[in-house]
Structures are given as C-alpha cells and as structure tokens.
C-alpha cells in the first residue's frame, strides 16, 4: 500500500498503542464500509438479517493483568448468510469501581479503520484516562473490529520498511510508477493471503457486530463513545438500530454521506491548515525549537525540500533506517493530530535541520504500526481492507493524478500524501459495497456530536453536517486544535459525563474552549 494516511485515527486518544492511520490516525492516530445501510428506521437492508437474529452466547470474561478481563465472541462472517462461517471478535472490559451503582457497560473505540479498541481500553486503564464518575458506574468495554489485530486479524505483508522508501507525493513518472506498483502488489498480497475474509470487512458489518456486542455484554440497551472513525460505526449503527441506544457520544464526527474524494479533500484542507496553525503558533514563541528568527514556514519548505533530494540518518534507530520524504512528511501528519505535540515538532524539525532524522522517525513509527522490535501491528491492513470497501476508489491511476494537481493550491504539503492515499484500492479485488448517503436514525434518543473547530482530520464542518442529519442529533462544539475533544477539554468532558452518567442532553450549539 501507498503508506498510511491514519487520516480517521485518534493519536491522541491512542498513544501507547500500534496505531497509524492511512490518512485520517490517527496513538490517536490520527486521516478513514458496507452493504446498503440506509433500510427504513429500525429495519435492514433487504436481504440482510438483523444482527439480533444472529447468535451469541454472553460473554466469558477471565482475568487479563491488571485489573481487565477478557473474553472473546463470535460473530457470523457474512450477515447475509449468517451460518456461513464466523469471526472472532476480542473483547476487554474494565470494570466498574463501585459495582453497586454501575449502570452498565460504555462501550468505547477509538477511531481507525485499523484501531485496537482492546488496546486502547489497556493503555487507558493503566493512564487512569477515564474520569472516576464513569470508571465508578460502567464498565469500559473495548472491541478490536473484524480483521483487526486480536479480532480474525488479516494480514497482507509483514514489513512495511521498504514503502517507506517510496516517495508518497509522486513528482515524476518514476515515482509514480514506483507508487502503482508497490500499491498494485499490496492488494494482490491482500487478496491471496485473506481470500475468506476480505469481502467482510465493512464498518456496516462492524455496526451490526457491536448490536452482538451489545447482547453478549447483557446490556439492554447500548451507551456508546465513539472517536474518528468509530463515529462512522456509531452513526450506520443508530441508522440501524435505533430503538436499542441508551446513549451515544460522537466525537471528532465524519458524515457517512461523504465520498472517498469530498472525504480526502476535506482532510488535504484540514491538514494544510493545521500545520499553518503550528507554523504561526512556532513564530510568534520565540522558546519554539524551530523558531528560525520568526520565519519557520520558509526553514519548513527548505527542510522538507532537502528531504527529498537527501534523506537523513536517523541516529538513534539501530537498524539503520533514513528519514526520506515519506518517513517525514507521515511524522509532521501525525504530529499534526494532537497540538499538544507540537512542542515535540518543533524539536523534531530542528534536529532534522541539523542532520538528524531520529525524532521525525520516532513520531512516524507508531503512527504507521511500527512496534519498538521493527515488527507492524496489521493497522494498515484493516484500515485498507475497510477503506476499500466502504468508498467507491477510482480505478484509473489518472484520477488520483488529478486529484493531487487540484489540491495543490488548498493544500501544497499534503496534496499528493493524501490525493495518492488510496491508490492501492484502484486494484483491490473486492467491489466497496456501501454507497455513501445520509443517516437520519429516526427514533433514536438523543445523539450528541462532538466537533472540533481546529480539527484536521475530522473536520469541524463534518461534525455539523452529521448533527444535522441525524433526527435527534445535538452538536457541542470545541474551539481550538487538534483531532477529537473529549480528553482535550474539562469542559466538553464534563458535559459528556453529564449525558452518559445521568442522560442529561447538552444544549444545542453549547462551545467550550
């Protein structure tokens, strides 16, 4: 594949994990389903049983380390042919504190395609990340989706080092030629490896995965808390099942009308806006690392230009590994998530300057998969298996082409990373399945959309388009920096808590800083 935009994953939320996203993901990564979704409120699509038909035995928890539990379920490998063969699905809860006073389960992930929700609820419980009002009354109950590392995982090659030496924003024929093969020969891999599984790999199947989630757990009802991509999963499950929601917060929202090309160019935008916040925040702070006497836009161009002619040394990695245009421009996007990472750019950016690559090639490598003993968790894989089939892809190269010369002027850093993002699913061997549309999950109780107005990957705009469709959509919104809100901010915190501890519904239009 063409490298990883971890375009919809959480970095922020994730850190800790082998998270990345392919372009919008999002350690937090970090910047992005299935059949017909859009059947009658509470109905499915024809053809298509419900997930309650499917069954499910309730789940087997056993003792996991440190306080967690574990337990795995299955679920059918095609809802289409429910008895045609099953998925594992991983499963890890912490429980409540006070079991006395527990409500249930808060059901939680943390965005993706491609993101582990079970490591996810591991690195949290060890952070103390969850405030104690909610780790008193639920107990946090995070999935792995289909194909995702403890969950039937599929993997389509092993060592992701040598993409790294492709360039991702192709300039010339050879490059370009490089990027088509390399994306050509991934899915190829993709297909012979995980023939039985591809085709059912969908955010629709993963919907109707967490209603079997929901009923294994023994949860009447569902109170979920999704991130990035898994408002995507929240949003086609409230379409639907909408009268089995108890309560459901949608943070850092994408709409599931979007198509794969408003999809990417919403993020190119949102990326290339970001960094020129970073860029203005570092030369107005005269202590930012990469200050350059004020001008560290001009010091960022020159860098990033002699990337490409030469890459760097990355001192510390003990495998020799360089920093070249794709190892650079993947640490910045992820950086780019979180701007409290800033300060950590910054220093990486300088120390690039001064010849080393080993910072930029420490933020890049988590946020493509890369574990600490130079193994990939399968993120890439997931993520591109989804991506494929959840968004009708160009089929002809030339498309992508011309994607990357109209976002040159919204979006010259970002333009060619993200426009080629996609490429390896002009040549995958299973058709996308969901045709993007709206979601309207009439009959459900209040949906509460969390945007944020600085946000990259998910942008602001995505989050109020989704509370719009919604029929009882509410949308609370954050002013300022970075992917996602919920532990960004004690105020949008407190009101999130209020609504899933007590169901008391935020006001409409209600803004925290």
Not at 37 to 62: N, Q
Not at 91 to 100: E, I, Q
Not at 306 to 322: Q, W, Y
Not at 366 to 384: E, F, I, V
């Amino acid at each position: 594949m063409n490298g990883g935009l971890a375009a919809l994953m959480t970095i922020a939320l994730i850190a800790g994990c082998d998270a990345a996203v392919p372009l919008p993901t999002p350690p937090g990564s970090e910047a992005i389903s299935a059949s017909p979704i859009l059947a009658p409120s509470g109905s499915t699509p024809s053809g298509s049983p419900a997930a309650a038909e499917a069954e499910v035995r309730p789940a087997h928890w056993s003792a996991c380390g440190k306080g967690l539990q574990c337990a795995d379920i299955r679920v059918p490998r095609d809802y289409d042919a429910p008895s045609d063969g099953y998925l594992d699905i991983a499963l890890v809860r912490l429980p409540a504190s006070d079991p006395k006073d527990r409500i249930g389960s808060l059901v939680v992930n943390p965005g993706g395609p491609g993101g582990s929700g079970v490591e996810f609820v591991r690195n949290t419980a060890e952070q103390g990340v969850f405030p104690s009002a909610l780790r008193k009354r639920f107990d946090i109950v995070g999935f792995d989706p289909r194909g995702v590392n403890a969950s039937s995982p599929i993997r389509c090659i092993d060592n992701l080092d040598p993409q790294a030496s492709l360039d991702p924003s192709p300039d010339d024929a050879a490059e370009l030629e490089a990027l088509v093969d390399s994306a050509r020969e991934y899915a190829a891999e993709c297909a012979k490896r995980n023939d039985a599984t591809l085709p059912y790999l969908s955010t629709d199947a993963v919907a109707q995965d967490l209603d079997l989630i929901r009923q294994a757990i023994g949860d009447a009802k569902l109170s979920y808390l999704g991130f990035s991509y898994g408002t995507l999963i929240g949003s086609l499950y409230a379409e639907r099942f909408p009268d089995r929601i108890r309560s459901m917060v949608l943070d850092g929202a994408m709409s599931p009308a979007l198509d794969l090309e408003h999809l990417r160019f919403g993020q190119a935008e949102g990326f290339e806006k970001a960094l020129a916040a970073f860029l203005d925040d570092c030369a107005a702070k005269e202590r930012c690392a990469f200050h350059e006497n004020g001008k560290p836009a001009a010091a960022f161009n020159a860098l990033m230009a002699s990337i490409e002619a030469k890459s760097l040394p990355a001192r510390s990695d003990r495998d020799g590994r360089r920093v070249g245009p794709s190892v650079a421009s993947y640490a910045v996007l992820a950086a780019l998530y979180d701007s409290e990472s800033w300060p950590t750019l910054a220093t990486s950016l300088e120390l690039a300057k001064q010849g080393d690559g080993s910072l930029l090639l420490q933020i890049a490598d988590p946020y493509q998969g890369r574990k600490a003993n130079g193994s990939y968790s399968n993120l890439h894989d997931a993520y591109t298996a989804n991506i494929c089939l959840d968004f009708a892809a160009p089929k002809d190269v030339a498309t992508y082409t011309d994607w990357a010369k109209r976002l040159e002027k919204a979006a010259p850093h970002f333009a060619g990373l993200i426009a080629y993002n996609d490429l390896a699913c002009a040549f995958w061997p299973v058709p996308a399945e969901r045709t993007p549309a709206t979601v309207t999950a009439a009959g459900a109780p209040p949906i509460v959309v969390v945007g944020t107005t600085g946000d990259p990957a998910t942008p602001y705009a995505w989050a109020e388009a989704l509370a719009d469709e919604l029929d009882s959509g509410v949308l609370v919104t954050r002013e300022g920096d970075g992917h996602t809100a919920y532990l960004a901010s004690s105020c949008i915190q407190r009101v999130i808590d209020a609504y899933l501890l007590g169901l008391t519904v935020p006001k409409a239009g209600l803004t925290c800083q």
